[in-house]
């Protein structure tokens, strides 16, 4: 094969790989990888059974629904 025949080959490929690429991202956003990016990051730091560990989860969620609320209210009033 030449430099100009490889291109041929080459394309085909990068297309299949950023398709793919474009379909694992749409797939992460559709089963919800990136709703709660914090409480995982806490959940080392407690054991599963502590009481603590239970309530600093139910006390994150409702704080993280309310940033989205204040950020999506932000949003729509600079528009």
């Given at each position: 094969?030449?430099?100009?025949?490889?291109?041929?080959?080459?394309?085909?490929i990068a297309?299949?790989?950023?398709?793919?690429?474009?379909?694992?991202?749409?797939?992460?956003?559709?089963?919800?990888?990136?709703?709660?990016?914090?409480?995982?990051?806490?959940?080392?730091?407690?054991?599963?059974?502590?009481?603590?560990?239970?309530?600093?989860?139910?006390?994150?969620?409702?704080?993280?629904?309310?940033?989205?609320?204040?950020?999506?209210?932000?949003?729509?009033?600079?528009?």
């Amino acid at each position: 094969m030449n430099d100009v025949e490889i291109w041929y080959l080459m394309i085909p490929i990068a297309m299949v790989f950023v398709a793919i690429a474009i379909a694992v991202f749409f797939w992460s956003v559709k089963s919800d990888q990136f709703e709660d990016l914090d409480r995982h990051g806490s959940n080392i730091l407690f054991d599963d059974d502590e009481v603590a560990h239970q309530q600093a989860q139910r006390n994150v969620q409702p704080a993280q629904k309310q940033d989205s609320h204040k950020q999506q209210e932000q949003h729509d009033h600079s528009a």
